[in-house]
């Protein structure tokens, strides 16, 4: 994942897959999982204060022509407190586990839908809010005979 503003700021979110490749293709985490990644930075020349990392679950449900689109914060990380320089990566480790996180659902019956993304924020000195979503695929591991 990218997250540009032409000549200020470059920087690049490289995260895993859930089997250890790294790719740019959609994600897949199960319920348990580990996110891992890393954070570098390129260019900055825009005075960064803070950045997060969010995990958002987005439900949508249509009931007649009506599409009704509800976003929920699960969780939020400050994965950085302070101005970034050129060069520099942070190393990102986000544990599923702890949230009540439910299986991706994609256009169930043509009425509903969960999707969840990694939301990275930026903020810099004067307030101003950048961003960018990923989204990713989260599924539940098949029951185990014991």
């Given at each position: 994942?990218?997250?540009?503003?032409?000549?200020?700021?470059?920087?690049?979110?490289?995260?895993?897959?859930?089997?250890?490749?790294?790719?740019?293709?959609?994600?897949?985490?199960?319920?348990?999982?580990?996110?891992?990644?890393?954070?570098?930075?390129?260019?900055?020349?825009?005075?960064?204060?803070?950045?997060?990392?969010?995990?958002?679950?987005?439900?949508?449900?249509?009931?007649?022509?009506?599409?009704?689109?509800?976003?929920?914060?699960?969780a939020k990380f400050?994965?950085?407190?302070?101005?970034?320089?050129?060069?520099?990566?942070?190393?990102?480790?986000?544990?599923?586990?702890?949230?009540?996180?439910?299986?991706?659902?994609?256009?169930?019956?043509?009425?509903?839908?969960?999707?969840?993304?990694?939301?990275?924020?930026?903020?810099?000195?004067?307030?101003?809010?950048?961003?960018?979503q990923q989204q990713?695929?989260?599924?539940?591991?098949?029951?185990?005979?014991?």
């Open positions: 994942m990218e997250v540009g503003i032409e000549d200020c700021l470059h920087i690049e979110f490289e995260y895993n897959k859930s089997n250890g490749e790294w790719e740019s293709k959609p994600h897949r985490y199960h319920l348990k999982d580990v996110i891992i990644g890393k954070i570098f930075f390129f260019l900055v020349k825009i005075k960064i204060k803070n950045m997060d990392i969010e995990i958002r679950r987005r439900e949508s449900t249509v009931t007649g022509a009506t599409n009704h689109v509800e976003t929920e914060t699960l400050e994965l950085m407190d302070g101005a970034p320089v050129r060069g520099e990566s942070i190393p990102v480790r986000l544990f599923l586990s702890p949230y009540e996180l439910t299986p991706t659902h994609r256009n169930i019956n043509n009425k509903f839908s969960v999707k969840y993304y990694l939301n990275l924020v930026l903020v810099d000195e004067e307030g101003l809010r950048y961003f960018k990713i695929t989260i599924y539940r591991l098949p029951l185990q005979d014991t």
